[in-house]
């Protein structure tokens, strides 16, 4: 018997989806009403979820399985009609995204902080995603803001735990729950995408491969896929099973965070090819053989070398970036004669491009690749992608970027983060360089003409809509650019991104560190911003 209770509330500040739901510490989410408070909302925001089917499922990182339980019980006492949900409340983002699609759900619910660190001190989020499989719009996301500011009651079930150890159907009140094997749908996908046969014969040829899954939730699809489906000989999956706290590692797949596999890809024994994905499987890291790849210049492979992948074989119809990564797919869309579209920082943004059919490839310099299979970034369908243009090319990634950045010119680019910075400082920071933005373009700043400065804002040309305040972009003679922004990811303090770019288009100039090319970048950065003045840092948290 189950009884459905009415729980009196009030509101709790700060409940604000940011650009990939609404990230807070465990122990807040954990606090007195404050998940079911915001799930709460979010059925609110959306007009309720009577009669809906939703998929559900999360990354496993610490309190994913209790708060699926209370989403569960949530979901039943609002009358849905159906939860979808993972085996252990596990899905990738990329592939609840695909069970959203191919089930034809009214939405989703996320449970993931995605490259955040987790464990009982780390990090938690919950997302809603819509019925395209795309995170929430902002029309939605206000929607749930402004419910979290109303609240006066939510609704649960009482009811014992459901089991989620295996695959079935089960009841939950009136509410049908349909228990899924997280890995099989997804999978499925992949193979309709991909030349797995040009990929499996590419191991069989000795073709050597290290995947980091950083013990997150791709490490099972990593498995299934890499070493059962294609072939990848035993142990090419390393960190391969999920824990609560990722096995105290950070979930960024970065230099940084992914040292052990760099190290490895830049020693004497290197793989031939080198890969990561971050807590909730939806970013990735590419790395060759002594060569690391940037989000920026893997976007643009990808969208150069399209055509090699069946699911691509007829071309795209166009691309898109965020704002703050590099031109480098720009070019390659020129080329090619296709769209290329600049978008603030956010999948969201790009969910519109990929259902009107303006754009089939899309990518953010924070390591998230997608196409318009899913309406996510997708780490692992982006390894994939790799291997599947190496197979057909016949080559080595040192040897596929270095015949791209000849064709194309390199843009070497870098991020620096300053992790944590009193939220007053940085946003001094950013009012200081907008005041400049008027004055700026014609002079000359650390040897660097100012060619260009503005506050980014985006005019969706599918809904119309606009989104203001995306951050600060100022452009260079010759191509480099500066972009400022304040991170909407973090859970303390304020992060401040900024992100650094030089075209160089002299073949003899191709192999420099990064960090030497872009100084002349740095300099300015610091002569317009005073980062260091006015953050307190001597140098950048994390460099990537």
Same mark, same amino acid.
């Given at each position: 018997?189950?009884?459905?209770? !009415?729980?009196?509330?009030?509101?709790?500040?700060?409940?604000?989806?940011? !650009?990939?739901?609404?990230?807070?510490?465990?122990?807040?989410?954990?606090?007195?009403?404050?998940?079911?408070?915001?799930?709460?909302?979010?059925?609110?925001?959306?007009?309720?979820?009577?009669?809906?089917?939703?998929?559900?499922?999360? %990354?496993?990182?610490?309190? =994913?399985?209790?708060?699926?339980?209370?989403?569960?019980?949530?979901?039943?006492?609002?009358?849905?009609?159906?939860?979808?949900?993972?085996?252990?409340?596990?899905?990738?983002?990329?592939?609840?995204?695909?069970?959203?699609?191919?089930?034809?759900?009214?939405?989703?619910?996320?449970?993931?902080?995605?490259?955040?660190?987790?464990?009982?001190?780390? %990090?938690?989020?919950? *997302?809603?995603?819509?019925? =395209?499989?795309?995170?929430?719009? #902002?029309?939605?996301?206000?929607?749930?803001?402004?419910?979290?500011?109303?609240?006066?009651?939510?609704?649960?079930?009482?009811?014992?735990?459901?089991?989620?150890?295996?695959?079935?159907?089960?009841?939950?009140?009136?509410?049908?729950?349909?228990?899924?094997?997280?890995? $099989?749908?997804?999978?499925?996908?992949?193979?309709?995408?991909?030349?797995?046969?040009?990929?499996?014969?590419?191991? +069989?040829?000795?073709?050597?491969?290290?995947?980091?899954?950083?013990?997150?939730? /791709?490490?099972?699809?990593?498995?299934?896929?890499?070493?059962?489906?294609?072939?990848?000989?035993?142990?090419?999956?390393?960190?391969?099973?999920?824990?609560?706290?990722?096995?105290?590692?950070?979930?960024?797949? =970065?230099?940084?965070?992914?040292? !052990?596999?760099?190290?490895?890809?830049?020693?004497?024994?290197?793989?031939?090819?080198?890969?990561?994905?971050?807590?909730?499987?939806?970013? =990735?890291?590419?790395?060759?053989?002594?060569?690391?790849?940037?989000?920026? %210049?893997?976007?643009?492979?990808?969208?150069?070398?399209?055509?090699?992948?069946? $699911?691509?074989?007829?071309?795209?119809?166009?691309?898109?970036?965020?704002?703050?990564?590099?031109?480098?797919?720009?070019?390659?869309?020129?080329?090619?004669?296709?769209?290329?579209?600049?978008?603030? !920082?956010?999948?969201?943004?790009?969910?519109?491009?990929?259902?009107?059919?303006?754009?089939?490839?899309?990518?953010?310099?924070?390591?998230? /690749?997608?196409?318009?299979?899913?309406?996510?970034? %997708?780490?692992?369908?982006?390894?994939?992608?790799?291997?599947?243009?190496?197979?057909? *090319?016949?080559?080595?990634?040192?040897?596929?970027?270095?015949?791209?950045? *000849?064709?194309?010119?390199?843009?070497?680019?870098?991020?620096?983060?300053?992790?944590?910075?009193?939220?007053?400082?940085?946003?001094?920071?950013?009012?200081?360089?907008?005041?400049?933005?008027?004055?700026?373009?014609?002079?000359?700043? $650390?040897?660097?003409?100012?060619?260009?400065?503005?506050?980014?804002?985006?005019?969706?040309?599918?809904?119309?809509?606009?989104? #203001?305040?995306?951050?600060?972009?100022?452009?260079?003679?010759?191509?480099? +650019?500066?972009?400022?922004?304040?991170?909407?990811?973090? /859970?303390?303090?304020?992060?401040?991104?900024?992100?650094?770019?030089?075209?160089?288009?002299?073949?003899?100039?191709?192999?420099?560190?990064?960090?030497?090319?872009?100084?002349?970048?740095?300099?300015?950065?610091?002569?317009?911003?005073?980062?260091?003045?006015? /953050?307190?840092?001597?140098?950048?948290?994390?460099?990537?």
């Amino acid at each position: 018997m189950t009884h459905i209770r !009415t729980v009196p509330t009030e509101p709790i500040e700060g409940q604000k989806p940011g !650009t990939s739901g609404l990230r807070k510490k465990t122990t807040v989410f954990q606090s007195h009403h404050y998940l079911e408070n915001f799930i709460q909302s979010i059925w609110n925001g959306i007009g309720g979820v009577e009669g809906k089917t939703l998929v559900l499922g999360g %990354d496993g990182r610490h309190f =994913n399985s209790q708060a699926a339980q209370v989403v569960l019980r949530m979901a039943a006492a609002s009358g849905a009609k159906k939860v979808i949900v993972g085996e252990r409340a596990l899905l990738s983002t990329p592939a609840a995204s695909n069970l959203i699609r191919k089930r034809g759900a009214d939405g989703g619910i996320i449970l993931s902080a995605s490259h955040n660190p987790g464990g009982p001190e780390g %990090d938690f989020g919950v *997302k809603y995603n819509a019925g =395209n499989g795309g995170p929430a719009p #902002e029309g939605i996301t206000d929607k749930i803001f402004e419910a979290t500011k109303t609240i006066t009651e939510f609704r649960i079930l009482d009811s014992q735990d459901v089991g989620l150890a295996g695959t079935g159907t089960v009841m939950l009140g009136d509410m049908e729950i349909e228990i899924v094997d997280p890995v $099989a749908d997804y999978a499925e996908l992949m193979k309709e995408i991909f030349d797995f046969d040009a990929i499996h014969a590419l191991f +069989r040829s000795g073709f050597t491969m290290r995947f980091d899954a950083m013990h997150a939730v /791709t490490g099972p699809y990593a498995r299934m896929i890499l070493e059962e489906e294609l072939g990848a000989g035993p142990g090419t999956v390393i960190n391969a099973i999920p824990l609560p706290d990722f096995g105290k590692g950070h979930p960024d797949p =970065n230099p940084i965070w992914a040292k !052990t596999l760099m190290d490895e890809m830049m020693g004497d024994h290197a793989p031939d090819f080198g890969a990561a994905s971050d807590g909730d499987g939806d970013r =990735n890291m590419i790395v060759g053989k002594h060569c690391y790849v940037t989000p920026s %210049d893997s976007l643009a492979v990808l969208a150069a070398n399209a055509t090699l992948v069946p $699911a691509y074989a007829e071309g795209l119809k166009g691309v898109a970036r965020s704002m703050p990564t590099s031109g480098a797919v720009d070019r390659v869309a020129e080329g090619l004669g296709i769209d290329c579209y600049a978008t603030p !920082t956010g999948w969201k943004f790009f969910g519109n491009l990929l259902d009107a059919g303006r754009a089939t490839l899309c990518g953010e310099e924070s390591a998230g /690749t997608g196409s318009d299979h899913v309406r996510e970034k %997708d780490g692992l369908w982006a390894v994939l992608f790799w291997l599947n243009v190496l197979a057909r *090319k016949q080559c080595l990634v040192a040897e596929l970027m270095d015949a791209h950045w *000849k064709e194309y010119g390199r843009n070497y680019y870098s991020r620096h983060d300053y992790e944590g910075v009193d939220s007053e400082a940085a946003n001094g920071l950013m009012d200081h360089v907008r005041e400049q933005l008027g004055v700026l373009p014609g002079n000359e700043v $650390a040897g660097m003409k100012v060619t260009s400065a503005e506050e980014f804002a985006y005019d969706d040309p599918v809904d119309g809509s606009r989104a #203001e305040k995306q951050g600060l972009q100022i452009g260079f003679e010759g191509g480099s +650019r500066l972009v400022l922004r304040l991170s909407g990811t973090g /859970t303390e303090g304020a992060t401040l991104r900024v992100y650094l770019e030089k075209v160089e288009t002299d073949p003899a100039k191709f192999a420099l560190d990064p960090q030497v090319a872009l100084a002349p970048v740095i300099a300015a950065a610091e002569a317009i911003a005073g980062i260091k003045t006015r /953050t307190g840092r001597d140098a950048p948290d994390v460099i990537t």
